[in-house]
T-cell receptor
Framework: GENVEQHPSTLSVQEGDSAVIKCTYS??????FPWYKQELGKRPQLIID?????GEKKDQRIAVTLNKTAKHFSLHITETQPEDSAVYFC???????????FGTGTKLQVIP | SAVISQKPSRDICQRGTSLTIQCQVD?????MFWYRQQPGQSLTLIAT?????????ESGFVIDKFPISRPNLTFSTLTVSNMSPEDSSIYLC??????????FGEGSRLTVL
């Protein structure tokens, strides 16, 4: 089955700086890569996603890049704000298995 | 996206008892899933709730421990049976679009004493 690794497990940045979270996956059949943000005590929320036919996608201050050859994808948050503080999960979806596999999570702390 | 309601939102239970968590969706959905999130951990898929047939369980999860019902396209239940403190977790219902997007209920935080 799919295996998703995520780094770093914790990340502290100063407000206004950029944050980058990286993930790798193992199953070359995975074709959809969402990112979820989970604030303390709340449900995971989909914040951005990318499909395997696209190399990069941007939505305001967040962007995701995908390197299919290397089987890795990254989340980039620019101009970080305190409200960006949360746990972020990457995930990979394989249409064949119709299953989403999550990474281990990154706790992002934005220091005002 | 669908509105997903879960209940209870939290509960404290005694060892050896069972608890049933309900998940109601405001529209018909084909794919419903149950996830477990242990404290400080990631999300682990327990099973896919199939309408009209037995749920499909992931490795490490069995029907006797986590029986699931899916009587129609808008409702599912997960029972955590014969609970032990190791079952203390957040249990999340989710619905899928069929192309990978998942949307989650608010979760049910279970504490087993």
């Amino acid at each position: 089955g799919e295996n998703v690794e995520q780094h770093p497990s914790t990340l502290s940045v100063q407000e206004g700086d950029s944050a980058v979270i990286k993930c790798t996956y193992s199953d070359s059949a995975s074709n959809y890569f969402p990112w979820y943000k989970q604030e303390l005590g709340k449900r995971p929320q989909l914040i951005i996603d990318i499909r395997s036919n696209v190399g990069e996608k941007k939505d305001q201050r967040i962007a995701v890049t995908l390197n299919k050859t290397a089987k890795h994808f990254s989340l980039h948050i620019t101009e970080t704000q305190p409200e960006d503080s949360a746990v972020y999960f990457c995930a990979a979806y394989s249409g064949g298995y119709q299953k989403v596999t999550f990474g281990t999570g990154t706790k992002l702390q934005v220091i005002p | 996206s669908a509105v997903i309601s879960q209940k209870p939102s939290r509960d404290i239970c005694q060892r050896g008892t069972s608890l049933t968590i309900q998940c109601q969706v405001d529209s018909q959905v084909t794919m419903m899933f149950w996830y477990r999130q242990q404290p400080g951990q990631s999300l682990t898929l327990i099973a896919t709730a199939n309408q009209g047939s037995e749920a499909t369980y992931e490795s490490g999860f069995v029907i006797d421990k986590f029986p699931i019902s899916r009587p129609n396209l808008t409702f599912s239940t997960l029972t955590v049976s014969n609970m032990s403190p190791e079952d203390s977790s957040i249990y999340l219902c989710s619905v899928g679009t069929g192309s990978g997007e998942l949307f989650f209920g608010e979760g049910s935080r279970l504490t087993v004493l």
